[in-house]
C-alpha cells in the first residue's frame, strides 16, 4: 500500500516537472533536459510497474497480463532504473563542469549535444535490459502463474541471479556512488575553497554555498539510503544461502 502511494505521488510530481518543462521554453535549459529525462524515467516506473507488479503480488492467480505485458513491465523496470541512474549521474557531472570550469563548459554545452547524450544513455539502458526481455517469459506452477526470467537454457537459473545481483549492486550502488560522492565533494570544495569564487562572500552567495551543501547532502544521502541497503542485504543473504534467489 505504501509503495502504491508513493507511485501516485510519483506520477503526480513528475507529470508536474515533464508538463513545465515542455510547457516553458525558458524552462529547458542543460541540466534541465537531465531532469526532465529523470522524470520520464520516473513516471514510466511509477505509473506502469509499480501498481502492475503490486497487481501481481496479490491476485491469487499471479500473472494474468499476458506474456508481452510481462516483458515490457520488467523492461521497464530495468531500463527506467538504469535510465534514472546514467542521467543522474550525467547531470551531477554537468553541474560540476558549470561550477568547476564555467567557460569552458559553456563554450562546449549546448541543448543538441545534451539531447544526444540523453538519446544515448537511453539506448544503453535498453541495451543492458535486453537480458530481461530475452529471458523473461510466463510460467504456470499449479494453478498460479509467474512472470519471471527463465535463462536455463543457456545458463543455470541461480548463476544468473547471482549475476543480475553483482550487476545491480555494482551498476545501482557502487557506481553511481563512486561517482557522485567525488563529484559533489569537489564542487563543494569548489565553491568553498576554490578559485570560483573570488571576491569576499556576500550574504546572497553564502546562503547560494549553504544551500548547495545541503543540496548535496540531499542528493547522495537519500540515494545511499534508497539504494545501499537493499542491496547489501541481497548480497549478504545471498552469500550465505540464507534465502531462495529472488527473481530478476
Excluded at 513545465?20 to 521554453?25: E, F, G, K, N, T
Excluded at 525558458?26 to 505509473?47: G, H, K, Q, S
Excluded at 527506467?80 to 563542469?97: D, K, P, T, V, W
Excluded at 526481455?133 to 506452477?141: A, D, Y
Aim: proline content about 4%.
Amino acid at each position: 500500500f505504501v509503495e502504491l502511494v508513493l507511485a501516485v505521488i510519483g506520477v503526480l510530481a513528475n507529470s508536474l516537472v515533464i508538463f513545465v518543462i515542455a510547457r516553458y521554453r525558458e524552462m529547458r535549459t542543460v541540466p534541465n533536459v537531465f531532469v526532465l529525462n529523470i522524470a520520464v524515467a520516473d513516471f514510466l516506473y511509477c505509473i506502469e510497474f509499480v501498481p502492475i507488479w503490486n497487481a501481481y503480488g496479490f491476485l491469487p492467480n499471479g500473472w494474468i497480463f499476458g506474456l508481452a505485458m510481462c516483458v515490457i513491465t520488467r523492461a521497464i523496470y530495468g531500463i527506467c532504473g538504469n535510465a534514472s541512474i546514467l542521467f543522474m549521474i550525467a547531470m551531477s557531472i554537468e553541474r560540476y563542469q558549470a561550477v568547476a570550469n564555467p567557460i569552458v563548459h559553456h563554450q562546449r554545452s549546448s541543448k543538441k549535444r545534451t539531447w544526444i547524450i540523453s538519446a544515448g544513455l537511453w539506448m544503453v539502458s535498453v541495451i543492458f535490459t535486453i537480458h530481461i526481455i530475452v529471458f523473461t517469459k510466463v510460467e504456470t506452477n499449479g494453478t498460479r502463474k509467474a512472470c519471471k526470467s527463465d535463462p536455463t537454457s543457456i545458463v543455470p537459473y541461480e548463476d544468473y541471479m547471482k549475476g543480475i545481483l553483482i550487476y545491480r549492486f555494482v551498476a545501482w550502488c557502487v557506481l553511481p556512488l563512486s561517482i557522485l560522492v567525488p563529484c559533489y565533494a569537489r564542487l563543494y570544495y569548489k565553491l568553498h575553497h576554490g578559485r570560483v569564487i573570488q571576491a569576499a562572500p556576500s550574504k546572497s552567495t553564502v546562503k547560494s554555498r549553504n544551500h548547495v551543501t545541503r543540496m548535496v547532502t540531499v542528493v547522495v544521502a537519500v540515494f545511499a539510503v534508497s539504494w545501499m541497503p537493499m542491496h547489501i542485504v541481497y548480497m549478504v543473504k545471498y552469500s550465505f544461502h540464507l534465502y531462495s534467489v529472488p527473481e530478476g
